[in-house]
């Protein structure tokens, strides 16, 4: 009897892989693109072995292919991950996400009384601290941490 370590998944054709995402963050990363709604194949693993983070996520997406604000919130909760898009079965580019310096309109301010949160005027954010990922509100000025994010 062979011992068999690996599972065979099928190739798509067109869309795009988010690897190394950290693990149990993958169903963070699916939730934020809303990825529980595509009609279109989604796979997604999680606690996959790997070399270099020891453990790691995976989601494969059919036909679909991300804007920058959905990078952008993708490095905002996993900063670890590469995108690869895929076109008629070849990787046509492969890129590690890069935590922005800024991000407008893809993250709310949790503070209740911050004029975003009353008034309709689009959020923004300065990240202060990319390791920990810190994010400081340009009008309140108020510091949201990682578990405070929520994604729009």
């Known amino acids: 009897m062979e011992n068999k370590k690996h599972l065979n998944v099928n190739a798509i054709e067109n869309g795009t892989v988010i690897d190394h995402i950290p693990a149990n963050n993958v169903f963070k990363v699916l939730h934020i693109l809303g990825l529980e709604k595509n009609k279109d194949q989604v796979l997604v693993g999680d606690n996959l072995e790997s070399r270099k983070y020891g453990r790691k996520g995976l989601i494969k997406v059919s036909n679909t292919f991300f ?86």
């Open 67 to 152: 804007d920058k604000n959905e990078i952008n919130k993708i490095a905002l909760a996993a900063p670890t991950a590469t995108i690869i898009e895929i076109k008629n079965f070849e990787v046509v580019s492969k890129k590690q996400v890069q935590v922005p310096d800024t991000i407008h309109q893809i993250v709310k301010c949790f503070n209740p009384n911050c004029i975003t949160n009353n008034e309709e005027i689009p959020t923004r954010f300065t990240i202060v601290d990319k390791e920990a990922m810190k994010l400081q509100c340009h009008y309140c000025e108020k510091i949201t941490v990682k578990n405070n994010i929520i994604f729009f």
